[in-house]
């Protein structure tokens, strides 16, 4: 620690600042390990299990890609980031990818100078309201008392519903998520509003379950997913296409049970062939090994497995697929084809 | 005489009255209850007031307190176990205890190392703490440092003692050559320091092995281990830069004099989460990409900086305090300026001093729970991250919280107790 802190220095001194090498890949692979920068804890998404490892929709997509570059789930350095040192960290290069629950937006992708390599979950502004309350459409709130937490884009997107549809509300003004579920518990405000994946969670952790329902309403975008720095395609293009591996194995019926015997010798699907490297190339024309996305999918499962072991309906948050499902099923996942 | 009045008087007394006990109400627990609860209408009002609030707050805590959840595997076992009774789940502290205490990433096998620093911490610090402990343990407590450093962060024995070694050698070339002046003498003492350092360097790249403990990075600490590893370093440290930064704010010499205050009035005008988010995010910006300049080591100069500051200005008060005859008296003695600090004016001082260092010290410790917010995972960080992210325990805030805060107490209390009876033991003058 201590002599390579002086070199450091040193090196500081001498170099520029911020040179950040332009191949992350290369830098990843000789280093061993990826850097993967996640939450500090967001229930279903990453964090720490009693045993101390990671765990959560987020870090299964940072172990993918390390299982595609490395061809070891296991080789992740797990960066633990805040909202407020997340971009810093990202391009600092302390981290090589971010997969923090971070909505893809204009200006991230342009004046922050990052590339949002997709989108791993469509998440949006719900309500989630007492089910004795008889409310089954956010339409039916006219009049209500809604908890919202103060300076966000949700509290904007709430008066822009209402507005909208031309009913009347009554915002009780909260500051933290904990606090507006004591509040919404005690019977404060009638209906509660934040990102539904978080509704979802805070669902699970109340009392009794059953006796709160997410309304069905989805009132604005908010695309998550992993990004990486500006200006390096390379990289940008594995986390892209490892991800999207993950989508197209769901649709192929490709899963973590079946790929290495899928991947062993070429089957009837060119498709699934030239995805898991038995056939054609692509490992070579993205700079990975043939077996990379076998080794990806092979990881923790395809696209549909790690959001049921994570954030699905048989798991105490319960998600439903909703949006995430495939375009075949009438959601929004949609995999460019590897060809 | 005696029966002059005995056709006047019908009778008189002639052997005393046994004592009597006081009347009951006059005596014991009700006189003391009568005095202290009930001497009039508007205290009895206030009383049974009183009374009835901590009826209400014991009858809601103690309940949840002893009709606790111990074990249980997450929330929802808990809540089954109690079956709508009034009680806590603290089955989150049973499963969890070893992540609040030495974070979630620390090996489970070596979580005997920090213990065993911890306990060696108090042998370390008893004899400053205690002036009547043998002078001779006072090696224990120069030892201690580079032995907490092995034991925590692990690896060969070779780098503590190496770095032990250049203080030794720089202190020894320090003594043979302050005849020819402190300036010289502190040169030689850096100078001979970093030889023996820079061989020491060579010799532990080569003897990786020798006596090792499993090595255990910077960023796997966490938990209360991580407030006290700061706590105590910080409070150590900024304890001697706060006396010379004091001293250097009432310096003659102008260009000293103009950096302490610069230096003092900038770091108490900035919060001292500014100064972590400087730590940790500015500092990337200026590193070349790869070099991890450690983290702990970066909070640890921020946070020091910081309560240096601070204790700094408290003993400045210490000495504006000090009449000025003191000064005088170690001038008309003929005392040099390091004599004069350190035989007459500094101990009375910093005896003026204690409470508000205690002070600082206090607010210092509990201060590094703010390294939660640059995704440190100290205590707090633990259980605002990972802890109650997982869908285990979502929902547990007050067991989680309670323990925290009685963590802390339970320390900060024993400082302030220990200062306590450091101003009594000191107290020499006549009040």
């Known amino acids: 620690m201590h002599r390579s802190t002086f070199y450091g220095v040193l090196a500081a001194t001498a170099l520029t600042a911020g040179a950040a090498g332009a191949a992350t890949v290369d830098d990843v692979k000789e280093r061993g390990k990826l850097n993967c920068g996640v939450s500090t804890g967001l229930t279903g998404f990453s964090a720490p299990n009693a045993s101390g490892d990671w765990e959560g929709f987020d870090v299964a997509v940072c172990r993918a890609v390390a299982a595609a570059v490395l061809g070891d789930p ?45 989108v791993n979950y469509y998440d949006g502004q719900g309500f989630m309201v007492p089910t004795g309350l008889g409310v089954t459409s956010a339409k039916d709130l006219d009049g209500a008392t809604v908890c919202v937490q103060t300076g966000t884009t949700t509290e904007l997107n709430l008066a822009d519903f209402f507005r909208k549809n031309n009913i009347s509300y009554e915002p009780v003004p909260i500051e933290t998520n904990a606090e507006a579920l004591q509040q919404y518990t005690a019977g404060a405000c009638d209906a509660y509003t934040t990102d539904a994946s978080g509704l979802a969670a805070n669902r699970a952790t109340l009392e009794n379950p059953s006796e709160h329902v997410i309304l069905p309403e989805i009132i604005s975008k908010e ?81 549909g497995e790690l959001f049921a072991k994570n954030i699905g309906e048989d798991t105490p948050i319960g998600l439903s697929r909703g949006l995430n499902a495939q375009w075949t099923e009438g959601g929004l996942l949609y995999s460019p084809p590897f060809r | 005489m005696s029966d002059t009045h005995a056709q006047s008087v019908a009778y008189v007394r002639d052997t005393f009255i046994a004592e009597q006990a006081p009347p009951t ?95 060696l911490l108090f042998v370390a610090v008893a004899p400053v703490l205690f002036p009547d402990l043998p002078r001779k343990l006072l090696i224990v407590t120069l030892l201690y440092p580079f032995t907490a450093y092995w034991l925590i962060w692990g690896g060969t024995i070779l780098v503590p003692l190496v770095a032990l070694l250049g203080v030794v050698v720089g202190y020894v070339a320090f003594t043979y050559a302050e ?34 403990l499993t090595p255990v ?50 770091v108490r005008g900035v919060p001292l989460i500014t ?14 990409p790869g070099t991890n300049f450690d983290l702990i080591l970066r909070v640890i100069i921020m946070i020091t900086m910081f309560a240096s500051a601070y204790i700094a200005e408290v003993i400045r008060g210490g000495l504006a305090a000090l009449p000025r005859g003191q000064y005088e008296a170690a001038d008309s003695l003929g005392l040099d300026y390091a004599q004069a600090m350190r035989l007459i004016i500094l101990p009375q001082a910093l005896k003026i001093s204690i409470p508000g260092i205690v002070n600082v010290a206090v607010g210092l410790f509990k201060d590094t729970t703010l390294v939660s ?37 339970v320390t900060c209390y024993g400082i302030s107790q220990y200062s306590q009876w450091l101003e009594r033991k000191l107290a020499t003058d006549n009040r």
């Open chain 1, 74 to 118: 296991n080789a992740v350095e797990f960066v633990p980031t805040t909202g407020k040192t997340r971009f810093t960290s990202l391009s600092s290069g302390e981290i090589d990818m971010l997969a923090r629950n971070t909505t893809w937006t204009f200006s991230r992708d342009n004046d922050l100078k990052f590339e949002f390599a997709g």
């Open chain 1, 223 to 303: 695309p998550l997913g992993p990004l990486v720095r500006h200006g390096d395609n390379e990289w940008g293009d594995i986390v892209r296409w490892t991800l999207n591996a993950l989508i197209a194995a769901e649709e192929y019926g490709v899963t973590s049970a079946n790929v290495a015997d899928m991947a062993s010798a070429p089957g009837d699907s060119p498709e699934i062939n030239r995805m898991l490297g038995t056939e054609g190339n692509l490992g070579e024309m993205i700079g990975l090994d043939a077996d990379w996305a076998a080794n990806a999918i092979a990881a923790g499962g395809n696209y």
């Open chain 2, 25 to 119: 109400r006059e005596a014991g627990a009700v006189k003391w209850l009568r005095e202290n609860l009930f001497s009039s209408i508007p205290y009895t009002i206030l009383t049974l007031l009183a009374l009835f609030v901590i009826w209400q707050l014991l009858s809601g805590f103690l309940p949840w307190l002893f009709g606790g959840v111990w074990t249980a595997d997450s929330i929802r076992g808990c809540r089954e176990v109690l079956d709508g009774a009034r009680g806590g789940c603290f089955a989150v502290l049973t499963e969890r205890w070893n992540q609040l205490l030495f974070g979630f990433s620390y090996p489970s096998s070596q979580y005997w190392r920090p213990t065993l620093a911890l306990v």
């Open chain 2, 179 to 212: 005849r020819r002046g402190f300036a010289i003498g502190l040169l030689a003492a850096v100078a001979a320091a970093a030889v023996v350092w820079w061989m020491g360097g060579l010799a532990a790249e080569n003897g990786q092995f020798l006596l090792r």
């Open chain 2, 217 to 266: 990075q910077s960023r796997d600490m966490g938990g209360f281990m991580l407030n006290m590893i700061l706590g105590t370093v910080c409070v150590s440290l900024s304890l001697p830069f706060g006396i010379l930064l004091a001293l250097g704010r009432q310096s003659k010499l102008p260009i000293i004099k103009i950096l302490c205050v610069a230096f003092i009035e900038f």
């Open chain 2, 275 to 288: 100064l972590l988010f400087v730590a940790n995010v500015v500092l990337a910006y200026f590193l070349p």
């Open chain 2, 373 to 409: 917010i640059i995704s440190m995972f100290d205590v707090v960080g633990m259980i605002r991250g990972p802890i109650l992210a997982s869908t285990d325990w979502n929902g547990v805030y007050w067991e989680l919280y309670g323990f925290a805060a009685l963590l802390f107490f």
